[in-house]
């Protein structure tokens, strides 16, 4: 098994909207904003090469949205999906399998395109299927009025009418065997039935921490975005997470991060707090 971390771009997001009740004088010592309040965060997906598998893990936000869409996230850098999996040595075509942590816009925007010989929507990974599981497709094709300008139609109609879809089945908060050395944790916290990929790799369990945990920052309970449709549920479920992580020695794969691909935890006499952060190849290029 070969894993590479995929950059898809960057954007921004107000400070405040990403850590909720935490006032800006403490959040702000360690994310600081510009003058507008924006703080910088990262599109960060992964790629899994395992024997005839192609897995990749979410897909960015995107270039079919419109300029006043994107006017709203101060997109910036060079990165795109596309060009991050070319620059591998893989074409969009070897793509098998996209497993989408939820679908919000951010999370699944670039699994969708326009034709520009149809122009119609349609899959950018061909011969890939698409993978989320029955609870959160429901909750995002019938939108809730707080989530519905998160879960864009052309960015989600599009993966089922291309018969390209399938579920993951939920048994209870944690279904082993999704793949070959593929868990999922679910969590409800953030959005329905968001799933968090666990891959054992090296003798180690690597968590795509999606909107769980966005970034080093958010460690500590009471950090939790103001996006998430159940925060007490998130604060719940991320002490139960980074409980286990500390005790098991887990790898946090962050998506959302601006410097810090990847950490691990421990426990102190505060709770759980940051053990060291790294790039994903200090520990496993």
């Known amino acids: 098994m070969k ?20 006032p800006k004088s403490i959040w702000s010592r360690n994310n600081v904003p510009d003058d507008n309040n924006m703080c910088n ?14 897995i ?9 949205q419109s300029e006043k869409f994107f ?10 999906l596309q060009k991050s999996i070319e620059a591998l040595g893989f074409g969009m075509d070897q793509i098998t399998d996209v497993i ?14 326009m034709n520009s010989k149809t122009e119609r929507y349609e899959p950018r990974f061909p011969n890939a299927t698409f993978w989320s599981n029955e609870k959160h497709w429901k909750w995002a ?18 993966i089922q009418e291309s018969g390209q879809l399938k579920f993951i089945d939920r048994v209870g908060d944690f279904t082993t065997n999704v793949f070959p050395n593929i868990d999922m944790f ?12 666990v891959i054992s790799h090296k003798e180690k369990k ?28 998130t604060m719940t479920e991320k002490e139960k997470f980074l409980k286990e992580a500390a005790e098991k020695e887990f790898v946090l794969f962050l998506e959302h991060d601006f410097v810090n691909e990847c950490c691990t935890v421990k426990q102190t006499d505060r709770g759980v707090r940051l053990d060291e952060s790294f790039r994903f190849n200090e520990l496993f290029g």
């Open 141 to 158: 094709t019938e939108p809730n009025p707080r989530e519905k300008a998160s879960f864009l139609k052309e960015n989600i109609m599009p």
């Open 206 to 233: 690597i968590v795509f921490m999606a909107d769980l945990l966005p970034s080093v920052g958010h460690i500590p309970l009471p950090y939790v975005m103001g996006y998430d449709t159940r925060p007490l549920i």
């Open 100 to 113: 989408l942590t939820h679908l919000h816009f951010d999370h699944c925007g670039g699994a969708i395109g």
């Open 41 to 54: 965060w990262s599109m960060r997906c992964m790629l899994i090469e395992d024997e005839d598998r192609l």
């Open 3 to 22: 894993i590479y971390p995929i950059n898809t771009g960057n954007f921004k997001l107000d400070g405040g909207a990403m850590h909720g009740v935490v």
């Open 56 to 64: 990749l893990i979410d897909t960015g936000i995107g270039d079919k």
């Open 71 to 80: 006017s709203y996230y101060y997109l910036f850098g060079e990165d795109t």
């Open 186 to 197: 679910f969590m409800d916290g953030h959005t329905e039935s968001q799933m968090l990929p």
